[in-house]
């Protein structure tokens, strides 16, 4: 037996299939129109159109701005003084002594400073050297002369150099005669008394003025075999 389709009940499931359909397609245009976001194309300009007028602008030179003025001078008040009124005063002189024509007056002498006593300066280098009358030759040929060996010094065979100082003065003469560094046995004492008794020097000279000049004399003390 075969069942007879109710057109009526079809229609009815069609409907809601309709629905739903309709429904899905308005949500998507719904959610498609707040999506969809539109620009405003009036405000962008195409800079290849534009017209390139950069080649027109000229260069301005920078402006130099005056210096500020100077300041005005000021200048000195002049203010006048008035001449000095000279002071007429009276001055009265009381002297006690009677003064006629037939005083005298003493000259006034003034005392003459004292001389200052000139301070004579030992030098040890000179210009000129303090020499001995004819040489160094005749000196050592005087020593040689007027030294008496000491016996004590002959007798324990001592020989060597005694080193004298002494002062050549102004007028050649010797002073200040010492034994500086000797052999002893009597070495030491001959040698400074042989210088003692030498003969006045040629003085040294400084700027050309004679001076006092230091000197050290080596003595020689030699035993002949």
Excluded: H
Aim: proline fraction near 9%; include cysteine.
């Amino acid at each position: 037996m075969e069942l007879k389709k109710n057109p009526k009940a079809d229609l009815n499931k069609k409907w809601w299939l309709f629905y739903f359909i309709g429904l899905t397609v308005t949500l998507g245009v719904v959610l498609t129109a707040f999506e969809y976001k539109s620009y405003d194309d009036s405000g962008l300009v195409d800079l290849g159109s534009v017209d390139d007028d950069f080649e027109d602008i000229l260069d301005i030179p920078p402006t130099e701005q005056p210096p500020p003025p100077p300041p005005p001078v000021q200048l000195p008040e002049i203010i006048e003084v008035p001449d000095e009124e000279e002071i007429e005063e009276e001055i009265e002189v009381d002297l006690d002594v009677e003064v006629t024509e037939e005083t005298v007056v003493e000259d006034i002498v003034f005392e003459e400073a004292p001389e200052e006593e000139e301070v004579d300066e030992i030098f040890t280098i000179v210009e000129d050297k303090p020499g001995f009358p004819g040489g160094d030759g005749a000196m050592y040929k005087y020593l040689g002369k007027n030294i008496d060996y000491p016996s004590q010094a002959r007798r324990m065979g001592i020989e060597g150099r005694v080193f004298v100082q002494f002062v050549v003065n102004k007028d050649g003469s010797i002073s200040d005669v010492k034994s500086i560094k000797g052999i002893g046995a009597g070495c030491d004492e001959e040698a400074a008394r042989v210088i003692k008794s030498m003969p006045k020097w040629k003085p040294g000279k400084q700027r050309g003025r004679p001076v006092k000049v230091r000197m050290v004399l080596p003595v020689f003390f030699k035993l002949n075999n």
